[in-house]
């Protein structure tokens, strides 16, 4: 019988499986294109993954009465544990040559990321928040890739907003020419009378 074998096992140990998909989500989010290439595999692994997390976010931009800070905080703290926490123990001055080290790691950011603009994106959309889009076979190993975005991205309403205009354009051309072309008719039978009575 196959119960409780819900996940692929992607070949690694559930140490390193939990870690590569923290990396992939943490990846996926600070992304500037909001998209990222991998696996067919890990990309239909990662997607419930961070779903969950932007569900989380989502949740948290809801809450609006007395003691809801307590609960977005809470909401917050739970979906940390889906990207790295960064580099805790290390020492303030362990950069290059001295310097002090970043203030914010890429976890940190995504986070950051995650409840400030994602949650308010996906505020009316009740899940759905990624895309996977396949891409063919890698050369070397012949693994299938895969492209997984998250939806509503602004380059992607960028373009719906060209097409909408360009979808306008084209149609007030046609009403355009299809008036000239009226006038032109009537133009053209008014001048057509005035020749068969001479």
Do not use: C, W
């Amino acid at each position: 019988m196959r119960h409780l074998k819900a996940h692929r096992k992607l070949g690694r140990t559930s140490e390193h499986r939990h870690s590569m998909l923290r990396n992939l989500a943490t990846s996926l989010i600070n992304s500037r294109e909001e998209r990222i290439v991998t696996t067919l595999p890990k990309a239909k692994e990662l997607r419930p993954f961070v779903e969950r997390a932007i569900t989380l976010s989502r949740r948290a931009r809801t809450f609006s009465d007395e003691g809801s800070a307590a609960q977005a905080l809470h909401l917050r703290r739970q979906a940390a544990g889906f990207f790295h926490a960064g580099n805790m123990t290390a020492s303030e001055s362990t950069g290059k040559r001295g310097q002090l080290r970043p203030e914010r790691t890429a976890g940190v950011a995504a986070l950051k990321r995650l409840f400030n603009d994602l949650g308010e994106r996906y505020k009316d959309r009740p899940g759905g928040y990624t895309r996977i889009l396949k891409l063919g076979y890698r050369e070397g190993d012949r693994a299938e890739l895969a492209i997984i975005e998250l939806v509503d991205n602004p380059r992607e309403v960028e373009a719906a907003e060209a097409a909408k205009k360009r979808k306008a354009a084209t149609s007030k051309k046609r009403k355009s020419s299809k008036g000239k072309e009226a006038k032109d008719e009537a133009t053209a039978s008014e001048s057509k009378p005035e020749a068969n009575e001479e």
